[in-house]
């Protein structure tokens, strides 16, 4: 087994060092101010229970060139939603006849659209269910709980075995569908994070800010019921409850979901990281995901449409006034 990491990120940093220290062979492809980072730092991974793993500068294969995949038998493609044609067109022309593509991208439709790209390879679903923040000298560190999703594909039994080995708990799972839109509506404060300004422990504690996520995951649900999807647990709690809990006062919030406050105290959602890095934002298939999927099927999600809003503004303007979260509501 041989696999190549399609966008060096945060999670594809993570996972693909998680796979190297399961001694899986792993090329990682991303941008050139990775590669220095790579080349200076090596990499270094810390998981929630605070286990450090280390990789030498000199062992790891880092490349900018997608042709550096050409040997993989997996290729785990972890770019931003925006980019799934992109970087599948770069793909196509180097990959092998045999090669399998896994998507580990946040929202719904990138598996579809890497299918749609590479109609002659395998394209399967992921989901990765924790936060991964990057630390200073290329630490990139799990600020939450939860393993991987991937479809049920006899084909991936390498890569779950490889991750199961190596301590994270990989599900192959027979209703991807339902997991994604579980994991969109979780996804959904990636947004209101970023708006916040606050780590993401902080924003939670904020009533103020967990009742205008509970408005957009109840929005959530409403579109996936008239879509015929029942998400499934994937965390603690029932995706169907979720709503009630984030309503509850504070000091009952801190008793009921002392898990969900299980957090590094400093982890932030991915957009607000590519807030500070001035990167386009998600938020089209997030957010976006509920309103456009409302829109098809006459379900109004007026609070969600806000959040977008709010968030496209905030990124053109990032150094615009503090939003009060009731004015989203």
Known sequence: ???????????????GGILQTAGVDVTFIGRPSMAQRFARDGLHLQTLEGVRRDIDAGDLNFATDPAMAKDASHVLVCVKSMATADIAKELRPHLSSEAVLVSLQNGLDNATTLQAALPDHRCLAGMVAFNVVQQSGNRFAATTEGGIYVERDASLNPISDALNRAGIDCTQHDAMNAVQWSKLL???????????????????????????????????????????IAPVKIGKVKPGIIPFVLRLPDFLFERVAAQMLKVDPAARS???????????????????????????????????QRVCEAVKHRFEKPDGPAIDPNTLL
């Open 186 to 228: 979780l996804n959904l404060n990636n947004a209101l994070n970023a708006l916040s300004g606050d780590p993401l422990a902080a924003q939670l504690r904020n009533r103020g800010w967990r009742r205008l996520l509970a408005a957009c995951v109840s929005e959530g649900l409403s579109v996936a019921k008239a879509k015929g």
């Open 1 to 15: 087994m041989r696999v190549a990491i399609a966008g060096a990120g945060s999670i594809g940093c993570y996972v």
């Open 270 to 304: 991915s957009m607000a990281d590519d807030l500070a890095l001035g990167r386009a934002p998600e938020i089209d298939y997030l957010n976006g995901a509920i309103v456009r999927h409302g829109r098809e099927l006459g379900v109004v999600t007026p609070v969600n």
